[in-house]
């Protein structure tokens, strides 16, 4: 069995929102912030505990206001519960779920969206079945020094067939850096997630 294909055999579940989406409103938007118009996406990831309480939160692209980075955080630490990630061995383990709210006037669209694609692949072609946009949306199993062992499809990429999850897999695995997930002082065994979008090439 080859290395990536070895790294598909047991099935990771990731950590989800048990709070309905979005957690975000009009009015939690500080006043200051809304007073002076200032505006921006904030990438945030929340991690979350085995029994699916969230610990920490970390903004990975800051909107370029503390006070609204500052809000994103605390909105989805006070709002936010999620059932736990599982393991390759199904074992209850840390998990991380990513997020983007954007900060704007409230006549626009909603505040909260998913991020954008983590890794986008160009290809010759795309395996029969795969649906439009070829995008696979990975759940990852990551040891305490941040090295990937399994990969799963989250629920809502399961209609893309085998072929295209495998293909995100490698890609990913053969792309992504060694990070670890910390928690307090040290770094832990996690479940991560990631979305690669397909392309082809004309």
Known sequence: MGLFASLLVNAVIAAAPATPLPWYNFDDYPQKAFDREWKGAAVFVVTVAPDGRPVDCTITHSTGYEVLDRQTCWVAMK???FTGA?????????GTYRSVVNWHRPDQTRLQAEPAPDLEVTV????EGSKDPAAVKLAYFVDASGNPSACSALPDSLPQPKPLVDAAC???FGKIGRVPVSVGTGAV????TAAVLFTVDK
Do not use: I, N
């Not at 010759?124 to 395996?127: D, G, R």
């Not at 065994?189 to 991560?192: G, R």
């Open 170 to 172: 490698t890609q990913l």
């Open 86 to 94: 599982r393991g390759p061995d199904g074992q209850p383990v840390y």
């Open 124 to 127: 010759a072609s795309l395996p």
């Open 79 to 81: 709002r936010a519960k």
């Open 189 to 192: 065994p996690a479940v991560k």
